[in-house]
Structure formats: C-alpha cells, structure tokens
C-alpha cells in the first residue's frame, strides 16, 4: 500500500515562515511528478507548486518568489517551504505525487490526507 504522509502545518504569523513536508511510503518503484494542492474552506482545491523528479517547478502566481518546493528523491520527499506567509495562505495543503508502485508496476496518482495551515494577521 503506496501512501503519502504530511507532516508540519500549524499557525503561523503573517509575514512568517513555515515547512511542510510529505513522505511516500510503501512498495514504490517510481515517483513522477510531486506536488503541493492548497484548498480554502469553501473553495476548490488548486495548485501551489509542483516538482519533477529532475527538479523543474511550476508555482501558482500567487506563491511565486515566497513558496519553495524541493524534493529528496532518495528519501521519497518533497516539502513546500512559505515565507512572508499571507492570510490568503492559509487552508488545508495536500500533497499528492504520481507513483509506480512496485507491487504492479500502474502508474496512479496518489493524495496525502492534509495538513492545515493558519496565517494569523
């Protein structure tokens, strides 16, 4: 059983710093593309930041030049780094990756369970 795990949401202060990070565990074979998705309450799920596994990344406007998204490919990792955090920042962030597992050798994509964020202003 392939599964993602996030780990390091909480408050943090507007103008603030905080890491998020998401670890694959499991029978894995390969991870594609990995990825940070922010939904708000009552809105939809979107994009924050996503990372191939060569390094290239794609940022939603909004996050570009605060967010950093890095990844440990020999550790299964990737980890969403906010600064000058923005109350508009603030919401559930999932991680979801593309993966093989080892077990079939289907490519599927998988969805971590969240970790909320709150930006206090």
């Known amino acids: 059983q392939v599964q993602l795990v996030e780990s390091g949401g909480g408050l943090v202060q507007a103008g603030g710093s905080l890491g998020l990070s998401c670890a694959a565990s499991?029978?894995?074979?390969?991870?594609?593309?990995m990825g940070w998705y922010r939904q708000a309450p009552g809105k939809q799920r979107g994009l924050v930041a996503t990372?191939?596994?060569?390094?290239?990344?794609n940022y939603a406007d909004s996050v570009k030049d605060r967010f950093t998204i890095s990844r440990d490919n020999t550790k299964n990792t990737v980890t969403l780094q906010i600064n000058s955090a923005k109350p508009e920042d603030a919401g559930s962030y999932y991680c979801k990756a593309g993966i093989v597992p080892a077990s079939d050798y289907i490519y599927r994509e998988v969805w971590g369970q969240g970790t909320l964020v709150t930006v206090s202003s």
């Open positions: 499991g029978n894995i074979f390969h991870i594609h593309n």
């Open positions: 990372i191939g596994r060569n390094g290239g990344t």
